[in-house]
């Protein structure tokens, strides 16, 4: 497919991200991904806007990766768009059957006309050739778009509610625990969902909001229909180049503190908790097990264990995995086999799944999921949606999700306050 290509220089990074990103709210679909300046050796690009799709693909879990195959094979150009969690029943025998207030569709990925990468200081407008007449102008509306402070900027309180009680949550967690004492399981990825109801939110506003007090390296804002993503993820499930995949696993959190030495002291204290580091140690493992399904023999690398790495609000712990794949594997294929993302799920991934279903009280959907791109080429590179509020303006719900890691050396006091600390951003943007 024929793109028109041209590249602007920019003075001003952050003030023409915000620009973009608000000259782009017009159209009916958005996708925007933000590294927020985050830079390391797996980095591409600053941020990478698509809108306005020209083709494109909805399907449930039944036929979900095959359709998503065929597409993104026959139509060779970038598309854009996620995969809920619950495409994990198309990749084993399972299901769904937990409260849905969101009602997404499973999975969904469109064919922009209009794509717009920022490298540095270099913005390059990639646009179809229909539309190649409105790139110049284009670029001189979203240079003159007026700005304000977008913390400043006033959004309607939200009443959050809880899924699950404090103490149901005890009662589920104590299920899980006997699990793991039978052998049934290591580890399982506990969730929890916040909600609000008959809201009314402003969601380029609130994802500003929600972006501004994170500055994650996977931020994103999606907008479909009447479907929003204003997502502020710190984690990477899985990347493409060439014939090298990466995947990015996060266990293991600590919230800040806005003192020098005590923020120092909580990062030590999560780099040496033997608690922590098994958990991420047995997620590095299953997602070892998925890569070796996909790899060349022998190339499936812990590149790194346990990594620290510090957030506006969190300290996380990451591992790195790496392996070569062959040059003749379907990209579709490659994710499919690590989907979804260990961290989220738990080990044994398959009992994890089946336990997760039975002991949490709502169906994920986006939540846990992830949303990127493939590329003409076949690269891809894709989020975990974490740390994220979803939002259905028809039915005016919000809802947001946090999760810890239950092991057999878990503290249901200490878990739950961990879910406390990772929903404190979302909750503060809509709430206040």
Same mark, same amino acid.
């Given at each position: 497919?024929?793109?028109?290509?041209?590249?602007?220089? %920019?003075? !001003?990074?952050?003030?023409?991200?915000?620009?973009?990103? =608000?000259?782009? !709210?017009?159209?009916?679909?958005?996708?925007?991904?933000?590294?927020?300046? #985050?830079?390391?050796? #797996?980095?591409?690009?600053?941020?990478?806007?698509?809108?306005?799709?020209?083709?494109?693909?909805?399907?449930?879990?039944?036929?979900?990766?095959?359709?998503?195959?065929?597409?993104?094979?026959?139509?060779?150009?970038?598309?854009? +768009?996620?995969?809920?969690?619950?495409?994990?029943?198309?990749?084993?025998?399972?299901?769904?059957?937990?409260?849905?207030?969101? $009602?997404?569709?499973?999975?969904?990925?469109?064919?922009?006309?209009?794509?717009?990468?920022?490298?540095?200081?270099?913005?390059?407008?990639?646009?179809?050739?229909?539309?190649?007449?409105?790139?110049?102008?284009?670029?001189?509306?979203?240079?003159?778009?007026?700005?304000?402070?977008?913390?400043?900027?006033?959004?309607?309180?939200?009443?959050?509610?809880?899924?699950? /009680?404090?103490?149901?949550?005890?009662?589920?967690?104590?299920?899980?625990?006997?699990?793991?004492?039978? +052998?049934?399981?290591?580890?399982?990825?506990?969730?929890?969902?916040?909600?609000?109801?008959?809201?009314?939110?402003?969601?380029?506003?609130?994802?500003?909001?929600?972006?501004?007090?994170?500055?994650?390296?996977?931020?994103?804002?999606?907008?479909?229909? #009447?479907?929003?993503?204003?997502?502020? $993820?710190?984690?990477?499930?899985?990347?493409?180049?060439?014939?090298?995949?990466?995947?990015?696993?996060?266990?293991?959190?600590?919230?800040?503190?806005?003192?020098?030495?005590?923020?120092?002291?909580?990062?030590?204290?999560?780099?040496?908790? *033997?608690?922590?580091?098994?958990?991420?140690?047995?997620?590095?493992?299953?997602?070892?097990?998925?890569?070796?399904?996909?790899?060349?023999?022998?190339?499936?690398?812990?590149?790194?264990?346990?990594?620290?790495?510090?957030?506006?609000?969190?300290?996380?712990?990451?591992?790195?995995?790496?392996?070569? %794949?062959?040059?003749?594997?379907?990209?579709?294929?490659?994710?499919?086999?690590?989907?979804?993302?260990?961290?989220?799920? +738990?080990?044994?991934?398959?009992?994890?799944?089946?336990?997760?279903?039975?002991?949490?009280?709502?169906?994920?959907?986006?939540?846990?999921?992830?949303?990127?791109?493939?590329? *003409? /080429? +076949?690269?891809?590179?894709?989020?975990?949606?974490?740390?994220?509020? %979803?939002?259905?303006?028809? =039915?005016?719900?919000?809802?947001?999700?946090?999760? $810890?890691?239950?092991?057999?050396?878990?503290?249901?006091?200490?878990?739950?306050?961990?879910?406390?600390?990772?929903?404190?951003?979302?909750?503060?943007?809509?709430?206040?």
């Amino acid at each position: 497919m024929r793109r028109t290509v041209k590249q602007f220089n %920019i003075s !001003n990074v952050e003030l023409f991200k915000t620009q973009l990103l =608000k000259w782009s !709210n017009q159209f009916q679909e958005v996708v925007w991904l933000d590294s927020n300046g #985050h830079q390391n050796t #797996h980095s591409q690009y600053e941020a990478i806007l698509a809108l306005d799709a020209f083709t494109s693909i909805k399907t449930d879990y039944t036929v979900a990766f095959r359709e998503l195959k065929e597409y993104q094979t026959s139509i060779n150009d970038w598309i854009f +768009g996620y995969l809920t969690y619950d495409l994990k029943n198309a990749v084993e025998d399972l299901e769904s059957k937990n409260f849905d207030g969101l $009602s997404l569709p499973d999975l969904y990925f469109f064919q922009p006309k209009k794509l717009f990468i920022i490298k540095g200081t270099v913005v390059e407008f990639q646009y179809l050739a229909m539309v190649e007449d409105e790139l110049e102008p284009d670029y001189k509306q979203i240079k003159g778009i007026e700005i304000f402070d977008k913390q400043t900027d006033q959004v309607n309180p939200v009443k959050i509610s809880l899924r699950m /009680q404090k103490d149901t949550y005890f009662d589920h967690f104590q299920k899980i625990i006997d699990h793991i004492n039978r +052998g049934d399981i290591y580890e399982v990825n506990f969730c929890q969902e916040f909600y609000g109801e008959d809201a009314i939110i402003d969601p380029l506003k609130t994802f500003s909001n929600l972006n501004a007090i994170s500055k994650a390296p996977f931020a994103c804002y999606l907008k479909y229909e #009447h479907y929003h993503l204003l997502c502020a $993820s710190p984690e990477r499930f899985m990347q493409r180049l060439g014939n090298i995949v990466i995947s990015q696993p996060i266990k293991g959190t600590s919230k800040r503190s806005k003192d020098r030495e005590e923020d120092a002291r909580l990062l030590e204290h999560l780099q040496n908790d *033997p608690k922590e580091r098994s958990e991420n140690v047995m997620i590095v493992d299953l997602v070892r097990n998925d890569l070796s399904k996909i790899a060349i023999k022998g190339s499936v690398e812990v590149v790194e264990l346990c990594k620290i790495y510090s957030f506006m609000q969190v300290h996380q712990m990451i591992s790195t995995i790496a392996a070569q %794949i062959p040059s003749d594997t379907n990209s579709v294929d490659a994710v499919k086999s690590l989907f979804p993302m260990g961290s989220m799920t +738990g080990a044994p991934k398959y009992t994890a799944m089946k336990i997760i279903e039975e002991q949490e009280t709502f169906k994920r959907g986006l939540y846990s999921g992830a949303v990127g791109f493939f590329d *003409p /080429q +076949g690269n891809f590179d894709f989020n975990v949606i974490i740390r994220s509020i %979803i939002y259905n303006s028809k =039915k005016r719900y919000v809802s947001f999700s946090v999760g $810890s890691a239950i092991t057999a050396k878990s503290i249901p006091e200490n878990e739950y306050e961990e879910c406390l600390v990772k929903a404190k951003a979302m909750r503060d943007v809509l709430e206040n």
